[in-house]
């Protein structure tokens, strides 16, 4: 299979398809997700929980997640608002999206949107380290383009149990670097490139949801 450059390109059939020996042919990859077809034979995805010290448990059957739609790319987005992302998944036969809704017991989090000044307008290239209740956890805000899908240009990280962040630093692309201390959890923080503290995001008084408290 070849992929043309042109999403609205339409390319014929080598030769004759024969339909009795189950052949197909689909004009452009960007179709597959309509046209009902499967590459992958129906393998069923995999999800594996991370256990922590290096392992991950398999819970692809019991999350119910083990679709065999032939998958092809994942993201993980808060689309409830209650800080728990997520997951939706493309696929290219089986139906064209599936969302896997998060029933994990709620827990703190804390969610970062950028502004560059120096650096790109939404900061895109930057490191964001949260050291909360004795953990450290690292983020790059690359909004990975997928099979017709693409991650949002913000940052989502889980706190665990932590009352608080003690510590957010942020590194931008163009060397700068900004630490914020003792920040509040389960908010959406928009920070700004050399400004001296975040705000929350969407502005008060702004229409639809906060994302916050």
């Known amino acids: 299979m070849s992929q043309p450059y042109d999403c609205q390109a339409r390319v014929p059939s080598l030769r004759t398809v024969d339909n009795e020996k189950g052949e197909f042919w689909v004009s452009n990859p960007w179709l597959f997700s309509t046209s009902g077809e499967n590459l992958s034979c129906y393998e ?7 256990a922590g010290g290096g ?30 992302p997520e997951l939706l998944v493309r696929q290219a ?12 017991p709620k827990s703190s989090w804390l969610k970062v949107s950028l ?18 209740g004795g953990r450290r956890v690292c983020r790059e805000l690359y909004p990975i383009v997928n099979f017709l899908s693409q991650s949002p240009a913000a940052v989502h990280i889980g706190l665990g ?16 670097e900004q630490v914020f201390v003792d920040l509040e959890p389960n908010w959406h923080v928009l920070i700004r490139e050399g400004s001296p503290e975040p705000r929350p995001w969407p502005p008060a008084g702004a229409s639809g949801p906060a994302g916050g408290k």
Not at 63 to 78: E, K, M, Q, Y
């Open 55 to 84: 392992g991950f448990l398999d819970m692809s059957y019991v999350s119910g997640a083990d679709s065999d739609g032939d998958g092809r790319s994942v993201v993980a987005w808060d689309l409830t608002g209650d800080g728990m």
């Open 93 to 104: 036969g089986g139906g064209a999206l599936v969302v896997y809704r998060n029933r994990f």
């Open 161 to 176: 149990d932590a009352k608080k962040v003690d510590r957010l630093t942020v590194r931008w692309p163009s060397g700068e």
């Open 44 to 50: 069923t995805n995999g999800v594996h929980l991370n």
């Open 115 to 132: 502004r560059g000044t120096r650096s790109n307008s939404l900061g895109i290239g930057s490191k964001v380290i949260a050291e909360a």
